[in-house]
């Protein structure tokens, strides 16, 4: 299973197992999903991973 790293729309980074990528261009890369931090629903985006 493929792990997505994400921000909350309050800065947590975390990461999840389930992050749906639809296919809607119209929604952005953004999803509505639960922040283990904020105990609250929270508009999450991917976080670009960095090589160094």
Known sequence: MERTVVRCAEGHVFSTA???????????PGRLI??????????????????Q
């Open 18 to 28: 389930s992050f749906p990528m639809q296919q809607a261009g119209r929604l952005g």
């Open 34 to 51: 639960r922040c283990p931090r904020c105990a609250r629903l929270r508009h999450a985006v991917p976080v670009a991973l960095q090589k």
